[in-house]
């Protein structure tokens, strides 16, 4: 099992920045790559950025390069989202994955936290 908890979220105006946190336990091989998604009202969830934990490698969606990167901390097992350069269509409900694929599709993703809200205003 692993237990995902993001944080970091809130409203910000265009051109602003977050940062976003994902604290991961549990198994640490079902978290090996993690990844960052997001859902905006009516619109299917989509992946924004992965990482593969042990090497560093990482990926990312074309409507988010350039200005969103995805890191982490492995001594505290935790995973961060800096997003820069915000968009009002950035906003959206930004969910932390863990899965067992390289990849930005929420299908090789088993494990999900709670969700953490962005909002950008124009």
């Known amino acids: 099992q692993v237990q995902l908890v993001e944080s970091g979220g809130g409203s910000v105006q265009a051109g602003g920045s977050l940062r976003l946190s994902c604290a991961a336990s549990?198994?640490?091989?079902?978290?090996?790559?993690m990844g960052w998604f997001r859902q905006a009202p009516g619109k299917e969830r989509e992946g924004v950025a992965a990482?593969?934990?042990?090497?560093?490698?990482?990926v990312y969606a074309d409507s988010v390069k350039g200005r969103f990167t995805i890191s982490q901390d492995n001594a505290k097992n935790t995973v961060f989202l800096q997003m820069n350069s915000l968009k009002p269509e950035d906003t959206a409900m930004y969910y932390c994955a863990a899965g067992w694929i390289f990849s930005l599709f929420e299908v090789d993703f088993g494990y999900w936290g709670q969700g953490t809200q962005v909002t950008v205003s124009s």
């Open positions: 549990g198994h640490i091989l079902s978290r090996k790559y």
């Open positions: 990482i593969y934990t042990i090497g560093g490698s990482t």
